[in-house]
Antibody
Framework: QVQLQESGPGLVKPSQTLSLTCTVS??????????WSWIRQHPGKGLEWIGY???????YYNPSLKSRVTISVDTSKNQFSLNLSSVTAADTAVYYC??????????WGQGTLVTVSS | EIVLTQSPGTLSLSPGERATLSCRAS???????LGWYQQKPGQAPRLLIY???SRATGIPDRFSGSGSGTDFTLTISRLEPEDFAVYYC?????????FGQGTRLEIK
């Protein structure tokens, strides 16, 4: 069974870049079975899909965030990463990584809270 | 993008009762690519249903999904204490992937 674990700073200053990494275990990120996704949840609110990447490097981003988002993959480390630039307080959220396949978002990390504050 | 509207916002029921949650899409969901998730406080969402009606691995058969086009339903046949949580629908037939705003299922 695939397991995912997010890691990265819990506090980011306004205007800086939020950077998170998701480590995949229990399966190869290069298997081709999944697209590897990022989703976020503002405190007490609903879910917002950020984007996904395939092991080959092809990406798709939510148009609402596209100008600030970069998702990359490191197959040698079985990891994929999220960079979100020019953050504001509105980017404070719990960030989840997840696997996206034929049965949609079936495996999720536990989530990591990122707070944007000076 | 497809907007998903869930109703009711909050549903108050007792254990043993039947729960019916609705999800309406602003346009037809391609290939009925509609999922349902359960989320408990401090936890990640858990996939319950995909493809509108297929149960995910390990999900009890008291959970069932139905619907097509723009109207979808999640039914919990007999509520167990552990079923009280927030439920989200999600469409993945069109990009971007979108989620409903959630239905809170609380103990009456």
């Amino acid at each position: 069974q695939v397991q995912l674990q997010e890691s990265g700073p819990g506090l980011v200053k306004p205007s800086q870049t939020l950077s998170l990494t998701c480590t995949v275990s229990g399966g190869s990120i290069s298997s081709g079975v999944y697209y590897w996704s990022w989703i976020r949840q503002h405190p007490g609110k609903g879910l917002e899909w950020i984007g996904y990447i395939y092991y080959s490097g092809s990406t798709y981003y939510n148009p609402s965030l596209k100008s600030r988002v970069t998702i990359s993959v490191d197959t040698s480390k079985n990891q994929f990463s999220l960079n979100l630039s020019s953050v504001t307080a509105a980017d404070t959220a719990v960030y989840y990584c997840a696997s996206y396949g034929d049965s949609t978002l079936d495996y999720w990390g536990q989530g990591t809270l990122v707070t944007v504050s000076s | 993008e497809i907007v998903l509207t869930q109703s009711p916002g909050t549903l108050s029921l007792s254990p043993g009762e039947r729960a019916t949650l609705s999800c309406r899409a602003s346009q037809s969901v391609s290939s009925n690519y509609l999922g349902w998730y359960q989320q408990k406080p401090g936890q990640a969402p858990r996939l319950l249903i995909y493809g509108a009606s297929s149960r995910a691995t390990g999900i009890p058969d008291r959970f069932s999904g139905s619907g097509s086009g723009t109207d979808f339903t999640l039914t919990i046949s007999r509520l167990e204490p552990e079923d009280f949580a927030v439920y989200y629908c999600q469409q993945y037939g069109s990009s971007p992937i979108t989620f409903g705003q959630g239905t809170r299922l609380e103990i009456k």
